[in-house]
């Protein structure tokens, strides 16, 4: 007998090897349990074939075209309450596996038992345990699927050509794009807002995908945004388009959408979906400025471009209006009495 675990879940269930020269094997019994057992296998692949196509068909499906594992994190409450309160599908498209990040992973060394603050040491291991930690932190916001290219994260930089023109194979990763996208059928792209200030890869990333969408024909294109996230009591951040860029022109300069990380709910609304934006960022543990971002951000900000078709404006509206939407229903409780009262 061996028990296997079916993928995401804690359960295993039971094989049961069966020996017909074994003492007091029955035919009959062998061949009715056979076909329970073949007929439950059935049953529970419909079930999940069934369950991702009610997903696929009730909720918004939404590609995030990013440059390095965590750069998620800027929508990861608005990729939570997509996936997980609107059944919808969230996909990942992660150019570079951020080997470059070996800086800041002083803390992780002792995580990992490697010295990855090492240069050439941490170039060999963090493509791995960087997929690994987007793995499980997107396991946190529901990630459906994730395409790694696999470019390679040079350094840091302001300058959005130099992985465009030296680091990356930018004919790969269009052609890889522009598969993805005309085979899944997104009705959104995500990105990072390609502000001056920004990483040159997230700028990079960004182009990538706005040149990806306007390739496409205009009756079938997703509605592609830009986010970045700010706190409340930040002055308003200002965005018309990034350099001479023309693909990068937004429809107005302040943001078109917002998801509220500190809208409340439970029980006296006392939790908040600042919850899931650290939960998911501590999953990315060899990062270390990352984990320094933790309550940071209370909005996450959308900037609507221009290239998008006239349509998409409503599309994006609707989606934002059912993101607004707390779904959980505030239970009440009875006081507890005290056990123990202190007698005079």
């Keep these: ?27 009959k019994y062998a061949m009715k349990k056979l076909g329970v057992l073949l007929l439950t296998v059935v049953f529970y692949f419909a079930g999940l074939k069934l369950g991702n196509a009610q997903a696929t068909a009730t909720g918004p499906r ?16 608005t990729l939570y309450k997509i996936a997980k309160e609107q059944h919808g599908i969230v996909d990942l498209f992660v150019i570079t596996n951020g080997e470059a990040g070996y800086k800041y992973a002083t803390l992780a060394e002792s995580y990992y038992g490697i010295e990855l603050t090492d240069e050439k040491t941490g170039r060999a291991n963090l493509p791995r345990i960087r997929k690994r930690e987007l793995v499980n932190a997107g396991h946190i916001l529901g990630v459906n699927n994730y395409y790694f290219i696999d470019q390679k994260d040079a350094h840091y930089t ?63 294109r997703p509605v592609i945004l830009g986010a970045a996230t700010c706190n409340k009591a930040d002055t308003a951040t200002h965005f018309t388009g990034y350099g001479t860029y023309a693909q990068t022109k937004s429809l107005t300069d302040t943001a078109n959408f917002k998801v509220d990380r500190t809208a409340s709910f439970s ?38 471009f221009a ?18 939407y707390t779904p959980y229903v505030p239970k009440s409780y009875q006081d507890a009495k005290p056990l123990y009262s202190k007698s005079k």
């Design 158 to 220: 302001l300058n959005e050509k130099e992985p465009l023109d030296t680091s990356w194979n930018v004919n790969t990763v269009n052609n890889r794009l522009h598969q993805v996208l005309t085979s899944n059928h997104y009705d959104f792209i995500f990105t990072l807002l390609p502000e001056a200030s920004t990483h040159g890869a997230h700028k990079a990333a960004a182009l990538v995908a706005l040149n990806a969408i306007t390739a496409l024909p205009a009756n079938n």
């Design 267 to 304: 029980y006296k609304n006392r939790v908040n979906y600042k919850v899931i934006a650290n939960w998911e960022i501590a999953e990315h543990k060899s990062q270390g400025v990352t984990q320094m971002s933790m309550n940071d951000g209370d909005v996450e900000n959308f900037w609507y």
């Design 62 to 77: 939404v590609l995030v075209v990013m440059a390095h594992p965590d750069d998620e994190s800027t929508f990861s409450v």
């Design 307 to 324: 290239v998008n078709v006239t349509a998409g404006l409503q599309k994006a509206r609707a989606l934002f209006r059912a993101l607004s």
């Design 1 to 27: 007998m061996a028990e296997w675990f079916r993928r995401g879940s804690a359960k295993p269930f039971t094989v049961v090897r069966i020996h017909p020269h074994a003492s007091g094997f029955n035919v």
